[in-house]
């Protein structure tokens, strides 16, 4: 595990490094977040890929990527009314999973697919197995990844470990979610879980550029 520790440090310090910032509205409570990643550089890594949130945040930003970022919460805030009335709340959720995702190179939408699945949006959510927040980390990934003092209850915490999480098992799986989101929820070798992710994203979460509908790759 030490081992998966230190790959999954690389992975989200390396996406890290590509991201860039938003402009002083959009994504503008985020630069109030001055804490580091939460797992671990390997010691040898280059200085290049010890990028913090708080550095990526400083790198200028793209304007045609800040438009496309704000159509993309355009889209998704009809979608996640039904689980955050709160409309702060709800913009600022957005917005960090969108951030989280880039970072992580993902796809922001199955990343709202996998909380509605894991938490129906629940930040204090707690499974029987002990899994906690809204991605449903196991606490173990704790010591694995982050720090003693990480509350998984934090949501922003929370989206933190899941999002490196699933990006090292789609990684692993080079790029097939079916086995990805089942390795994320412990079922490898079935397809239920991943159904059940990829039904909430096409019924759900269509980006604004989406022509086609996400597939489940078998």
């Known amino acids: 595990m030490k081992r998966l520790a230190a790959g999954l440090g690389w992975f989200c310090l390396a996406a890290a490094s590509t991201a860039a910032a938003s402009d002083d509205t959009f994504l503008a409570s985020l630069e109030a977040d001055r804490r580091p990643l939460v797992v671990q550089a390997?010691?040898?890594?280059?200085?290049?890929?010890?990028?913090?949130?708080?550095?990526?945040?400083?790198?200028?930003?793209?304007?045609?990527?800040?438009?496309?970022?704000?159509q993309w919460q355009n889209a998704m805030e009809p979608s996640m009314a039904r689980f955050v009335k709160?409309?702060?709340?709800?913009?600022?959720?957005?917005?960090?999973?969108?951030?989280?995702?880039?970072?992580?190179?993902?796809?922001?939408?199955?990343?709202?697919?996998?909380?509605?699945?894991?938490?129906?949006?629940?930040?204090?959510?707690?499974?029987?197995?002990?899994?906690?927040?809204?991605?449903?980390?196991?606490?173990?990934?704790?010591?694995?990844?982050?720090?003693?003092?990480d509350d998984l209850k934090d949501p922003w915490r929370n989206l933190r470990y899941g999002t490196t999480i699933l990006a090292h098992y789609l990684a692993v799986e080079r790029g097939d979610f079916t086995r990805a989101l089942a390795r994320y929820n412990g079922s490898l070798g079935q397809t239920w879980y991943p159904e059940r992710v990829m039904r909430a994203w096409q019924r759900h979460w269509r980006g604004p550029s989406e022509s086609g509908r996400a597939t489940v790759q078998r």
């Open 86 to 149: 709160d409309e702060a709340l709800r913009g600022e959720l957005l917005q960090r999973v969108f951030l989280e995702a880039r970072l992580a190179r993902l796809p922001p939408e199955m990343v709202l697919a996998v909380i509605q699945v894991e938490s129906a949006f629940r930040a204090d959510a707690i499974s029987s197995a002990g899994a906690v927040g809204l991605m449903q980390i196991m606490p173990f990934w704790i010591r694995e990844l982050g720090l003693p003092a």
């Open 42 to 70: 390997l010691p040898a890594a280059p200085a290049s890929l010890r990028t913090t949130l708080d550095d990526s945040l400083s790198l200028p930003r793209d304007p045609a990527e800040i438009w496309a970022a704000r």
